[in-house]
Each structure stands twice: as structure tokens, then as C-alpha cells.
């Protein structure tokens, strides 16, 4: 009968001190379920939050650790308040605030995991910026067959289209530039973009010999710069096609290429630089580094083709023989009807306010019961 008795006291003694440090854990779970509910529709109301440093929450993680163990192992040494009436006090009802006794270690450790959460900044970016802005997709077309080596425009022809070409995309402030380059062949340098400095730095590195220049693919090129167009949702979608020669290569006819544009409503704005065609090229330096032409290279031109193209299409056709004059015709493009291009960017906006302020609050809580109702003594 005294082991039985022995071993019911210790089985009431063991559940005892398990219900004693279930109790907080009890008042962390009751206080920051709502609280976890309360802060995931402030933060993101449709769930997308990141964290910018996730490696905080085991800093948090820690402190409340060490704040339970430290509130656990600290409750048996509580002190004990002897009196005469002992027996008739025994009887006694706890009352509220005997009941709510975990509370100030609960909102602690509530506190702490709250400020931890907002060192670990949370971020909404479920969110996105819509703006709507001004602008046309334009895919500039550039020559860099062999002709355009001729030294008839204040220097060579591909560095005044060069110049051209930067000086077009430095104005720029809402419209998508893409860059089709061509000679034999045609090539895609850059697809429609708004990331200017992008653009430019291509442009800067383009060289004479970076492609086969034996030939001048006009109704490719017009074709590469009509498959960067036709996904564009944008109400104006024009091609600007810079070149001095005339079409002599390609598996698609300039005519083709034109009514292909067209039918997608993309105007071309074709622009023929040079003085003639009969000009000296370029071939090398002397010993002294100075540039040595060769003149009277002959390449033919075919304005009339041009001219065809900018008409059907509803474009322009505009003739430069000086580098000031090509640039003139470039920004013609200018006055072209605007379209409304969506914009739309993610945006990080932090979050961590909402924490910080909130275990703050919850801190000074726990001071204010701490220091008064619930003030323990020794």
C-alpha cells in the first residue's frame, strides 16, 4: 500500500511539473496564433513575403529558448509567504491574476520573437507597380556590309551611324529600342528593351568585320526587325533602316519583307546615308598611323527600293550625306504617335515596422505588469 502510494504522489508530482512548463508554452500559442494572423494580413495580403535576412530568426530562435529555460528553471525558487492562518488560506480560490501568472514570461518570449522577425526584415513582393508611360517600340536597322567603310560622311559611314545610333538611344526615355545588325546575313545584337545603358555599350563595340559585310541582306534585316515586333503590343512599331547599298543578298526580297510590315502595321523609316555611290574606303594605316583610303570604290544604290519600302508601309524615306544630316532624320522619329506601354515592376516594400512596433508593444506590457499587478516577490 506505501509503494502504491509512493508511486500515485510521484505519477501527481510528474504531471504536475509537465502542466507547470506546459502553461507558458500554452500562453505563447494562445497569444501568437492571432498574432501570426494579425501579421500575415498586414504584411502580404496575398502571402507573398520574402525575408532579407532569414539568418535573424535564429537569433531569435535562441533568445526564446534561453527565455523559457531561464523562466522554468526560475519558478520553483519562487519565494514562499509564510502565515499564522495558514490552514483557513489553503482553502482559498486562486484568483485571476494567480491564473494569468505565465502571462508576462509569455508576452516576453512573444516580444522577443517579434523584434527577431523584424531583423530579419520582411518584404512584401507580391506587389507590383503598374505605370503606364509614352512610348514606341523601335528596332533600329543597321548596315555593316563592306560600303559602309566609305569616307564620305566626315569619316567612315558605320561610325556616323554609330553616332547617329547613340545619340538616338541617349534620348530616349520610355520607348523600347531593340538593335538588328546586318551584312550578308542579319542578326538580332539586342531585343526590345528599356535598359539604355545596355544598348549603348553594344553599339559602342560594333566593328566593320564583326560579320561578313560581302553582301547587304536589306529584306533579312527588315524581316529579323519584324519577328522583334510582331509579339509587341505597343500602337506604334517602327523600323529605322540605316544603310548605304543596295539589296543584293538574302533568301527574303525587301518588296516581302515590306508587306510583310505592312500586314503586322509596323511602319518602316528607311534612311540612305552617303554622298554617292562611288566613295574611298578605307584599308589600314601607314607607318606614321595615319589612315590610307583607297578611292574611287564603286557600290550601287537603289533609293527607288527605299523609297517603295517607307510608302507601302507608311513610313518615310530620307536621303543624309553628312553625319549632322543623318542625325536630323533620326530624330524625326520623335514626332511619331506615342503608345501606351504597361511597365510593370516588383517592388520590395519592407515590412519589418509592423513586428518591430508590434514586440515593442508587447515588451512594454510585460515591463508595466512586471513592475506593478504582477510583481513577484523576493
Not at 485571476?96 to 518584404?123: D, K, Y
Request: with cysteine; charged share 20%; net charge positive.
Amino acid at each position: 500500500m506505501a509503494r502504491r502510494a509512493e508511486l500515485r504522489d510521484g505519477t501527481v508530482r510528474l504531471v504536475r511539473a509537465a502542466w507547470r512548463a506546459l502553461v507558458p508554452v500554452a500562453w505563447v500559442v494562445a497569444l501568437g496564433l492571432p498574432v501570426g494572423l494579425w501579421l500575415e494580413g498586414h504584411l502580404a495580403p496575398e502571402g507573398r513575403v520574402r525575408l532579407a535576412e532569414p539568418w535573424a530568426l535564429l537569433v531569435g530562435l535562441g533568445a526564446v529558448l534561453v527565455l523559457v529555460v531561464e523562466g522554468y528553471l526560475d519558478w520553483p525558487r519562487s519565494g514562499r509567504l509564510a502565515h499564522s492562518h495558514g490552514t483557513l488560506m489553503s482553502g482559498l480560490k486562486p484568483g485571476i491574476w494567480v491564473r494569468l501568472r505565465h502571462l508576462p514570461m509569455a508576452l516576453r518570449v512573444l516580444a522577443v520573437a517579434l523584434l527577431a522577425f523584424a531583423l530579419a526584415r520582411p518584404q512584401d513582393s507580391g506587389r507590383r507597380d503598374s505605370s503606364e508611360v509614352e512610348g514606341i517600340d523601335i528596332v533600329l536597322t543597321l548596315d555593316m556590309s563592306r560600303s559602309m567603310a566609305g569616307e564620305d560622311m566626315g569619316g567612315p559611314r558605320i561610325e556616323a551611324a554609330k553616332a547617329t545610333t547613340l545619340d538616338f538611344i541617349r534620348r530616349r526615355i520610355s520607348d523600347r529600342v531593340g538593335i538588328v545588325v546586318f551584312g550578308r546575313e542579319a542578326y538580332t545584337l539586342c531585343p526590345l528593351t528599356l535598359d539604355y545603358n545596355v544598348l549603348q555599350s553594344m553599339v559602342s563595340r560594333l566593328q566593320l568585320g564583326q560579320l561578313n559585310g560581302e553582301g547587304t541582306a536589306i529584306g533579312n534585316a527588315v524581316g529579323t526587325a519584324i519577328n522583334r515586333l510582331r509579339s509587341s503590343e505597343a500602337r506604334s512599331r517602327v523600323i529605322i533602316l540605316v544603310t548605304d547599298g543596295e539589296s543584293n543578298t538574302g533568301n527574303i526580297s525587301p518588296d516581302q519583307a515590306a508587306q510583310f510590315a505592312e500586314t503586322l502595321g509596323i511602319r518602316i523609316y528607311t534612311i540612305l546615308i552617303g554622298t554617292s555611290d562611288e566613295t574611298s574606303v578605307s584599308i589600314g594605316r601607314d607607318i606614321f598611323g595615319l589612315p590610307v583610303n583607297q578611292p574611287g570604290q564603286y557600290y550601287p544604290i537603289n533609293p527607288e527600293l527605299l523609297q517603295r519600302m517607307a510608302s507601302r508601309t507608311g513610313g518615310e524615306y530620307a536621303r543624309a550625306t553628312s553625319r549632322e544630316e543623318l542625325m536630323h532624320q533620326v530624330q524625326r522619329i520623335d514626332q511619331l504617335e506615342r503608345s501606351m506601354i504597361q511597365d510593370l515592376t516588383v517592388r520590395f516594400a519592407e515590412r519589418f515596422h509592423v513586428p518591430l512596433l508590434l514586440g515593442l508593444l508587447l515588451l512594454g506590457i510585460d515591463l508595466g505588469l512586471r513592475a506593478t499587478r504582477m510583481r513577484r516577490f523576493p
